[in-house]
């Protein structure tokens, strides 16, 4: 881990965001040198097939698309695994590596890319030090989460939201017994207006899952999450799905410039002209872009930018699929806090919700049942997330 040209890239992580910028990279630029620093094990799997995985049949080793020496090879890329970024040194453009022998060693970059994605939001209530409360993150997370699961098993999921659902779904059609509690009145309650929450709350209830909304944990124990009405849910196993947390630590250390994330510009720069930043970690024009699409767009864009071609990141309106086969659903959120009011059409679970703002404009949507397939089209019509 010497010093290397000045043109030379690094990513830190090998999830979507960093594989889908070397290789795009790669595309473009087949003599670059291109170094990637990833704490897990660096195989390729497709991270948002973690919460379906058990309905399509699928265990760990099913899900990896890859091995790190298969992705190794295809990208013409240094790959180091298991291996921890300790510290960023801008002036002598240098970041420290620690590898699976505990040694911290320098590594030389001329641009450097963060993709190190997020943290899952800490979640604490009396008791919790004591409770095993899992969390999926990644695929190593995946594993320990699956370890164990078999029918029958009384599931308590922490939170309603995108994340919580799907893996309370997934978890239902494969025999478990899952109880979701959340203090939203209805699922998905930060993506949908009540009449839509309220249909996709009776699907998962038909799924055989268990809602209870409205209420938080007091306290847990080993086996037992007390309410703040005063029931009690017995469980097996328990997954926190409260939301993720950018990580910024590192960044900051440098000297950064942070806010909710990594602050970057449209070309995904961050406050140093050598360092970039993607994906979960970062924060673009638009604030934090968690899902897929905009973290793929974020690639290419950059890929782009370090071939040589500067790049501004554009994205247009993207809706996302959540995946709860209980009731097909499609969101395209308003921006956060944007005044204006939701528009249902549609009876039952096959809902279509306009939202449109203060100034009669349309700027978001979501869908359920039969109308999903209108989604494209109301898509072209919603403004663009970056134009």
């Known amino acids: 881990m010497s010093a290397a040209n000045a043109n030379n890239v690094v990513v830190v992580g090998s999830g979507l965001g960093g594989y889908t910028l070397a290789r795009e990279l790669r595309k473009k630029d087949p003599a670059v040198s291109i170094t990637i620093v990833t704490g897990d094990g660096g195989e390729s799997y497709g991270k948002p097939m973690l919460s379906n995985a058990l309905a399509q049949g699928k265990d760990v080793s099913a899900l990896v698309q890859k091995s790190a020496a298969q992705m190794a090879a295809d990208l013409g890329a240094t790959l180091l695994t298991r291996s921890f970024v300790k510290e960023i040194d801008r002036q002598g453009k240098t970041i420290t590596v620690t590898g699976p022998d505990g040694q911290p060693r320098p590594l030389a970059y001329g641009r450097l890319v963060l993709a190190i994605g997020a943290d899952p939001r800490p979640y604490a209530v009396p008791g919790s030090d004591n409770v095993r409360i899992h969390t999926v993150n990644d695929l190593d997370d995946y594993a320990a989460w699956r370890d164990g699961l078999r029918p029958g098993l009384r599931v308590l999921l922490v939170g309603a939201g995108l994340i919580g659902a799907e893996f309370a779904n997934d978890l239902a059609l494969a025999g478990m017994v899952p109880t979701i509690v ?3 009145p209805w699922p998905l309650g930060r993506l949908l207006p009540q009449e839509l929450g309220a249909e996709v709350a009776k699907a998962l209830e038909g799924a055989g899952i268990t809602l209870r909304l409205g209420r938080t944990i007091a306290r847990i124990e080993p086996g037992l999450a007390h309410l703040d009405d005063g029931t009690a849910i017995a469980f097996d196993r328990a997954l926190s799905a409260i939301g993720l947390v950018p990580r910024t630590g590192l960044a900051s250390a440098a000297g950064l410039a942070i806010d909710k994330g990594i602050v970057v510009d449209r070309r995904l720069t961050t406050s140093d002209p ?4 993607i994906g979960d970690c970062a924060q673009t024009e638009a604030g934090p872009l968690p899902f ?3 973290l793929m767009a974020q690639a290419r864009a950059l890929a782009s930018t370090l071939a040589g071609t500067p790049t501004d990141l554009t994205l247009p309106a993207l ?9 097909p659903t499609v969101v395209c959120p308003p921006p956060p ?5 939701w528009r ?3 009876t039952g679970p096959d809902r279509k919700a306009l939202f449109v703002a203060a100034d009669g404009q349309p700027v978001g949507f979501a869908l359920t049942g039969n109308h999903i397939g209108e989604r494209q089209a109301m898509a072209r019509d919603m403004p663009a997330i970056l134009a």
Request: hydrophobic fraction near 55%; aromatic fraction near 4%; charge should be negative.
């Open 182 to 184: 959340d203090p939203a």
């Open 274 to 277: 050598s360092i970039f930043a």
């Open 292 to 294: 897929v699409l905009p």
């Open 319 to 327: 809706p996302v699929a959540v995946k709860i086969p209980a009731l």
């Open 337 to 341: 806090g944007m005044a204006g009011e």
């Open 344 to 346: 249902i059409t549609g």
